[in-house]
């Protein structure tokens, strides 16, 4: 089991940048996949970017080129820098982990970090 904790949302204007930040409570040397979601209030959570644990990143159409996703391996930490935000952009962000075990997988998220991006 693995404990996730976002940080760095907040308010920003449209074009402004945030850096969000999810610790995990164990070594994210060993989780297979890491990732962001978001949830727009009356939307489903989607994915916005993930990274493997082979550093392999893939991110949703929207933000490709604004987005980028990393993860350092000696602090247990990913994050997710977004630059040129968007009013669309507004939503509670989740950290997530994604486990394999024999020939299940485990997911594992945060409590989310609300991004507010104004016009």
């Known amino acids: 089991q693995v404990q996730l904790v976002e940080s760095g949302g907040g308010l920003v204007q449209a074009g402004g940048s945030l850096r969000l930040s999810c610790a995990a409570s164990k070594s994210i040397f060993s989780i297979n996949a890491m990732g962001w979601y978001r949830q727009a209030p009356g939307k489903q959570r989607e994915l916005v970017a993930a990274i493997t644990s082979g550093s392999r990143s893939n991110y949703a159409e929207s933000v490709k080129g604004r987005f980028t996703i990393s993860r350092d391996n000696a602090k247990n930490t990913v994050y997710l820098q977004m630059n040129s935000l968007k009013p669309e952009d507004t939503a509670v962000y989740y950290c997530?982990?994604?486990?394999?075990?024999?020939?299940?997988?485990?997911?594992?998220w945060g409590q989310g970090t609300q991004v507010t991006v104004s016009s």
């Open positions: 997530n982990a994604h486990i394999v075990r024999t020939t299940s997988g485990y997911d594992y």
